[in-house]
């Protein structure tokens, strides 16, 4: 069946370094969404890329779509304390299914 | 819009036991979704629904049913709770399944089979 792959597992960074998060999948995908868990919390929708090669920016965040459709990265710059939790993507090949990767923790030192 | 609503928050069940797990949603989606996710691991799928009187399988049904009998709510039965069920529950409910398809996830149900 479908995998879909993140690393790193856990990422520690100082406040104001940048972070990034990587998503493979082992078949091509639809769509691919992200999503950001905090302790203790639930997933929340943070976007949806569709488009091959589609870049998406929300304020320090950027998300990317790999050409093949089969990869998919988060990248934050200058981290905040507020960064702090799960990062999740989540690839959909089929219809009314997601997948989603393991996630990568982020902790932030102040 | 309460969104997704999940009971209970928290259980405790002896080995053998069942119950169920309430979800219900006030968005008016067609579909609707169960996962389980253990510590330090991501969300995997339980069950489905793409409407009412549907369901299907996911990546780990085993040791679960589901019904789905209105739109607004998707029950998840446990029956004779293992220790291997011992996580943490999460509804969700989408309007998509493709495009605009993002999940909104209750806030859990947070299970410990003893």
């Known amino acids: 069946g479908q995998q879909v792959m993140q690393i790193p597992q856990y990422q520690h960074v100082q406040e104001g370094e940048d972070f990034t998060t990587y998503c493979n999948s082992s078949t091509t995908l639809s769509n691919i969404q992200w999503y950001k868990q905090r302790p203790g919390g639930h997933p929340v929708f943070l976007i949806q890329l569709v488009k091959s090669g589609e870049v998406k920016k929300q304020k320090r965040l950027t998300f990317q779509f790999g050409e093949a459709k089969k990869n998919s990265s988060l990248h934050i710059t200058a981290t905040q304390t507020t960064d702090v939790g799960t990062y999740f993507c989540a690839g959909r090949a089929g219809a009314g299914k997601s997948t989603f990767g393991d996630g990568t923790t982020l902790t932030v030192k102040p | 819009n309460a969104g997704v609503t999940q009971t209970p928050k928290f259980r405790i069940l002896k080995i053998g036991q069942s119950m169920t797990l309430q979800c219900t949603q006030d968005?008016?989606?067609?579909?609707m979704y169960w996962y389980r996710q253990d510590p330090g691991m991501g969300l995997k799928l339980i069950y489905y629904?793409?409407?009412?009187?549907?369901?299907d399988k996911g990546e780990v049904p085993n040791g679960y049913n589901v019904s789905r009998s209105t739109t607004e709510d998707f029950p998840l039965r446990l029956e004779l709770a293992a220790p291997s069920q011992t996580s943490v529950y999460f509804c969700?409910?989408?309007?998509?399944?493709?495009?605009?398809?993002?999940?909104?996830f209750g806030e859990g149900s947070r299970l410990t089979v003893l």
């Open positions: 968005m008016n989606h067609n579909y």
């Open positions: 969700a409910s989408s309007y998509l399944a493709g495009q605009g398809g993002e999940l909104f």
């Open positions: 629904s793409v409407g009412a009187g549907i369901t």
